[in-house]
């Protein structure tokens, strides 16, 4: 089989998207005293309850990274509540799952799984890599998402400062600051954990 070059190509399309993270907390640590058949069960209980959840709202699975998985909400590229709050609803559904993996991990006789859910707002570039029908994205909100996860306490949802600013009045939710993420710029970006009322 021959071994191709890493390519990638962009669409020359850009559009705004809801985009998140959810990222086990000290997987790493945990993994590293399990067997080999242990350690997959432990992830395959996380990453497809994540992603079942995902899907169920309407978010589609950018990639796998290790023992995380980005995504994103295509309908929040209409600008409309509708698209925000399946965003807001299947980032806090995930966090609801959190007794249900709870649940999975401890029949399996697995350590407790706890994870952070981090999600942010803004223009993407589309691109796919080469011998792949699969999209990927890049981009702010993608950056973003992973700078303000470890904002997040176990079991618990942020969103950036871009995202605050489109869903703040939607009736539904509280917001709560978690302080500013530190950019190296000339200015810090607020982070916010998110709650239903």
Known sequence: MKVQDYMVAFSG???????????????????????????????????????????????????????SLMFYFPESSKGRRYGYMTC?????????????????AKKEQLPNINYRVSCDFGPVMIMKQNGSDELDMIGPPMNMCVKINHFASKNEFVIGGDLYEVVKKLPDYSFSSKGDCNLD?????????VFRK
């Open 13 to 67: 399309r850009t559009n705004s998207y809801c985009v998140g993270i959810v990222d086990m907390v000290n997987s790493t640590k945990t993994s590293s005293q399990l067997s080999i058949e242990k350690t997959s069960k432990y992830y395959e209980i996380f990453l497809n309850t994540m992603a079942r959840v995902i899907n169920r709202f309407g978010g589609m699975i950018i990639k796998n990274i290790g023992d």
């Open 88 to 104: 807001i609803e299947g980032c806090l559904a995930m966090i609801d799952a959190h007794d249900f993996v709870s649940e999975c």
């Open 185 to 193: 710029f000339k200015y810090n970006y607020s982070v916010y954990s």
